[in-house]
């Protein structure tokens, strides 16, 4: 109701319907008239809590979505080196995994090769479940390898976004204060309206 109200009340109701909020308002409320007239629905109203979304409004905290926009930048131009980098980290598991195979035995839980490769990707990962382990001493010694190897793994894409996001930064420093209506960053440093939708920005 009250999402429909401000649409009423408002000068421009395009603006507010097709803005950034405007849509998670409506994502937000739409569960719940749809769980009165369809049954089943009603698990959708948890999509409710995407209206926690307004704090950063409520506390001005939009002017630093420009640094998560910046980070998605990063994220985005490394996309292609770690994926390179994951599919190196697969073929590895599948021959460590199918070594393993060999080497245990069924008692100890490696009675396939795919549920061999699953034991080398939970330990790879420092998970360690525990529902697999290996018994002979020349799998405990492949194992302890592969652990080893896990925690160099990990800081491998943490690496990669961070040397980007560095690079990203170097090559051009922007504001980033962001718009509170349509989230549009990248403004200029003096600058007090949105480039994008004209809203008054949140420092004004």
């Known amino acids: 109701m009250n999402t429909l109200l401000r649409v009423i009340s408002i000068k ?20 719940k008239y749809l769980s009165l007239f369809f049954f089943g629905t009603q698990s959708l109203v948890t999509l409710r809590a995407l209206r ?50 060999m080497i245990e035995s069924d ?34 010694f492949i194992a302890s390898v592969i652990m080893i190897l896990g925690y160099g793994i990990i800081a491998v894409p943490t690496g990669i976004v961070s040397a980007e996001f560095a690079q990203q930064n170097m090559r051009v420093e922007k504001n980033t204060q962001a718009c509170p209506n349509c989230m549009t960053a990248e403004h200029k440093d003096d600058a007090l309206y949105c480039h994008n939708c004209g809203e008054i920005l949140n420092d004004v």
């Not at 421009?12 to 569960?31: A, E, M, N, R």
């Not at 100890?108 to 080398?120: D, E, L, N």
């Open 52 to 101: 926690l979304l307004r704090i950063f409004r409520i506390l001005k905290l939009t002017r630093y979505i420009g640094e998560s926009n910046s980070l998605a930048k990063a994220m985005s131009a490394s996309k292609t080196k770690i994926l390179v980098f994951m599919f190196g980290v697969v073929i590895l598991c599948v021959i460590f995994g199918s070594l393993m195979y």
């Open 107 to 140: 008692e100890s839980g490696f009675s396939s090769i795919p549920r061999s490769i699953y034991w080398c990707i939970v330990t790879l990962t420092t998970v360690g479940y525990g529902d697999i382990a290996p018994t002979s001493p020349l799998g405990q």
């Open 12 to 31: 421009k109701p395009s603006v507010y319907i097709f803005s950034f909020y405007g849509i998670i308002d409506l994502v937000s409320t739409l569960p």
